[in-house]
């Protein structure tokens, strides 16, 4: 199995080790955080400080995940991303056997396709994305970089979600739309341009 280290150790990385874990393909080494609390998962990951993980380990070529979650715009964990980019990690895309990818889409590095997800036709989506679980994300979408899709979310065809955006659980965007760059779409709602 591939190693790999996952950068954040909230909530958010639970549902990270859960989804790796299925795919059966890596192995975690630990979580890098900047508290060493404890990871609550079905089996103890031992959890070290960001501050020791610098200053000890080589960087260069370890596959890293970010597993901070995203509650508004993307730009914490693009300064996350980029950061441990320069030091020459690797960022594998994860996805969870539970989902269904398009063999006609493109996931881009440091995405995380999570548990239910759909991904249909001729679909981009970026680098250091999170495809929460149960969105769906329809035929002929283009989204950026460092976009979180939560969790039960529907974007229709033809849509174009750019860099850094939210879209809450539930919402619903309408095909054909293009949501600008920063914005974070609440949730339940519906969106047509």
């Known amino acids: 199995m ?9 909530g958010h990385s639970r549902s990270c080790v859960d989804v ?16 060493n609390e404890t990871n609550e998962t079905n089996e103890k990951i031992k959890t070290i400080l960001e501050s020791d993980f610098l200053t000890t380990d080589k960087l260069n070529k370890k596959n890293l995940l970010i597993s901070v979650g995203q509650l508004n715009n993307g730009k914490l964990r693009k300064k996350i991303f980029a950061f441990y980019k320069n030091k020459g990690c690797n960022f594998p895309t994860i996805k969870s056997k539970f989902s269904y990818i398009s063999s006609s889409s ?25 495809i929460n679980t149960g969105a769906i994300i329809e035929h002929d979408v283009i989204i950026g970089n460092n976009v979180h899709i939560a969790p039960g ?33 609440p949730s339940g709602e519906y969106f047509k341009k």
């Open 20 to 35: 790796i874990k299925s795919q059966k393909k890596f192995k975690i080494s630990f979580l890098v955080d900047k508290t």
């Open 2 to 10: 591939i190693k790999i280290i996952l950068i954040g150790a909230g």
């Open 106 to 130: 493109i996931i881009d590095e440091g995405t995380i396709i999570m548990h239910k997800a759909f991904i249909n036709s001729n679909t981009n989506i970026g680098r250091n994305c999170i």
């Open 153 to 185: 979310a529907i974007v229709l065809g033809g849509c174009i979600i750019k860099d850094n955006v939210f879209i809450g659980s539930g919402t619903v965007v309408k095909q054909n739309t293009t949501i600008g760059k920063n914005l974070i779409l």
